[in-house]
């Protein structure tokens, strides 16, 4: 299971880094909109073949709740973040593009720590001492 998952982490580092290349590509000859218009059909019908290849319903019963989560998550998380990404790579070099990109993980880890209710674990906090800059952070360190 360990090689497996390590695996699909490896070949979705390598598309994230086609990706960028491409988004650079396509940002400069078609409008960003456009590019990431197409880019979400794509991943969503992936999506859906595997649901149908899995026997798994498409829609899930959920609360208006989860759907009001679901459609900011899917406006603000996803297709916002796609286009700005387009938009920057076509003005930007796709290494440079890409190296920004990689501030996405300690954005996200400050987020999360910044966020009410984060919880962390025992190896969290091992992986996460470094970045204990928060009062919220500094709480989810103490035992």
Do not use: N, Y
């Amino acid at each position: 299971m360990r090689v497996r998952g390590f695996l699909f982490s490896l070949t979705t580092a390598c598309m994230f880094g086609l990706g960028a290349v491409l988004a650079k590509l396509l940002g400069e000859t078609f409008q960003p909109f456009f590019v990431s218009w197409l880019a979400l059909l794509g991943g969503g019908l992936c999506v859906s073949a595997c649901q149908i290849l899995r026997r798994k319903p498409l829609l899930p019963r959920m609360t208006r709740a989860s759907w009001g989560d679901l459609f900011l998550f899917a406006s603000i998380g996803t297709a916002l973040p796609l286009v700005c990404v387009i938009a920057g790579l076509s003005q930007t070099g796709a290494i440079t593009g890409s190296f920004l990109l990689q501030l996405q993980a300690p954005a996200a880890l400050l987020f999360a720590l910044r966020s009410a209710g984060a919880d962390c674990s025992r190896g969290d906090r091992l992986l996460l001492h470094p970045w204990q800059t928060s009062h919220r952070a500094r709480g989810c360190f103490a035992d």
